[in-house]
């Protein structure tokens, strides 16, 4: 993902009006990466940009989620079942990876160091975050 220095720059909001264009003129369908890259005449580093910004401005401003998802691709403004579907799938990677680091870097650094404060305060916040996005996850 670009820097947040490029998200928000003159050529990342004229990239974002187009990519958001192009996804409107697509609606209700979405649209592949390459599909975006060739529909819109930016370079796939330019639509990449644009992504990152529409969705900061996107927020910002209340307009329509932007989504992705393998079948359809990219989306604005998908059905209340899409976007949870979208919700969870977020939620599910975003479990795993703090599970990976969980036992790949934090569990090794608490087994080397057990009386360490900062080990031992952040196993239990890790733990309360990991087991909050499991709830989300499973529910």
Do not use: C
Request: aromatic share 8%; no cysteine; glycine share 6%.
């Amino acid at each position: 993902m670009p820097r947040a220095s490029r998200r928000k720059g003159d050529a990342a909001r004229r990239h974002a009006d187009t990519v958001r264009f192009v996804l409107f003129e697509a609606r209700p369908a979405g649209l592949e990466f390459h599909q975006l890259v060739r529909a819109s005449g930016l370079s796939p580093h330019q639509v990449r940009s644009g992504l990152a910004a529409l969705k900061d401005e996107a927020a910002s401003k209340g307009w329509p989620p932007l989504i992705w998802n393998r079948l359809d691709g990219y989306q604005l403004g998908a059905e209340r079942a899409t976007l949870e579907a979208y919700e969870r799938q977020v939620v599910g990677e975003k479990l795993n990876q703090f599970r990976r680091f969980i036992t790949g870097t934090v569990a090794p650094h608490a087994a080397a160091h057990p009386n360490d404060k900062w080990v031992r305060h952040i196993v239990a916040q890790l733990n309360s975050i990991e087991s909050t996005l499991d709830l989300i996850a499973s529910a």
